[in-house]
């Protein structure tokens, strides 16, 4: 992987997230923060324009759903967020996926949204428990949406540079990562896990493995980069590693038609294409070990109105983190959620 910045940048976080009480003023002042808003604009701007291009509609939809993408069911990696709103039980949602997949029956060319996410998990340098999605749906499959990401990421590159580069240069020294993502021609490297695993053969510590199924670890992210390209799709995961939802990639049930784009930190964006009626989901809902009852609904939907669609999701913090070659995501939200106490404290103080 190319190694992007070789000099300090000019512009550095004020690590505000790790202060005590008054610590936004010190973020109010920031020119880090400053720099964060424009490229956070530019994201809100560039992925609207792409979308409505590719013939998607930004939906309107709740941060609450009883239909979480995270279930207690193999093939998870986190934990949801349970609230009471007005007296119901619900939870905030970790990803709108479902209501996508529900929006695509209403807009048959595929919607989108940028909205957040929240995950019940200890935030550290790569990851949030409260954080913004940029995430779509689309009629068609893996490739479709293969060819979608890539079209979006470069769009975005090209949008950040056209709009921030020069203020982006003078800020961190560097930003012909963002000039080779934009102007990369063809698609992006492509490896299956059976050849991502066989490529790291050589090197432990870079396959987990999580009962009958094996995972990718960032050691194993980072060197695939390394060998292979700086941004490379990792596609067709143990189906028993992944979440029920994406469809199969075989008559077996063995792997998954998922993929996950790397670059910079690792997994940027995962994605996948989901079951399209509903005798696979109910299939894939006891291989997981979660209760049908729970996705009643979905499993509705797909009976009534089989739809073929696909979908991703991108951390648009992560992103921004690679944009900036920053290594710790908790100095990229404007307003943190880090290190907050548990209970009501005597005085609020932070917004």
């Known amino acids: 992987m190319t190694k992007l910045s070789q000099f300090r940048p000019s512009v550095q976080p004020p690590a505000t ?42 939906l309107s939809l709740p941060l609450t759903t009883r239909t979480i993408t995270c279930p207690s069911g193999l093939g998870s990696d986190t934990e949801p967020v349970a609230v009471n709103v007005s007296g119901v039980d619900t939870y905030l949602s970790d990803s709108a ?44 499959g893996l490739d479709d949406l293969i060819d979608y990401v890539e079209g979006y990421v470069k769009a975005l590159a090209g949008s950040i540079l056209d709009r921030c580069g020069d203020r982006l240069a003078e800020a961190r020294g560097d930003v ?13 490297e492509r490896l299956t896990f059976d050849e991502a695993e066989r490529l790291l053969r050589d090197e432990e510590g870079c396959i987990g493995y999580e009962g009958d199924g094996r995972t990718l670890n960032r050691k194993g992210e980072r060197l695939l980069m390394e060998r292979v390209n700086e941004f490379v799709w990792v596609t067709h995961f143990d189906h028993l590693t992944v979440p029920f939802y994406q469809a199969f990639g075989d008559n077996e049930g063995r792997t ?57 999701g991108m951390g648009v913090e992560r992103f921004l983190m690679w944009v900036l070659d920053h290594h710790d995501i908790r100095d990229i939200p404007l307003v943190s959620r880090v290190g907050e106490t548990t209970k009501w404290p005597e005085s609020v103080d932070r917004p």
């Open 176 to 188: 012909s990562h963002l000039e080779r993502m934009a102007n990369s021609a063809g698609g992006f």
């Open 97 to 140: 996926q479902f209501l996508l997949e529900y929006g695509c029956q209403i807009a048959p060319g595929g919607c989108y949204g940028i909205l957040p996410s929240f995950r019940n998990e200890v935030p550290d340098a790569t990851h949030l428990s409260q954080f913004t999605h940029s995430e779509a749906e689309i009629p068609g």
């Open 17 to 58: 997230w790790d202060s005590g009480a008054g610590a936004f003023l010190t973020t109010l002042r920031s020119p880090w923060y400053s720099l964060v808003a424009e490229l956070q604009d530019t994201v809100q701007v560039a992925t609207a324009d792409y979308a409505r291009s590719r013939g998607l509609k930004a």
């Open 256 to 312: 998954a038609k998922n993929a996950d784009l790397l670059f910079g930190l690792g997994e940027i964006v995962g994605s996948g294409e989901r079951h399209t009626d509903a005798e696979p989901v109910r299939k894939s809902l006891a291989m997981h070990n979660v209760p049908e009852h729970d996705y009643a609904w979905y499993v509705d939907m797909k009976q009534e109105m089989p739809l073929r669609t696909a979908g991703f």
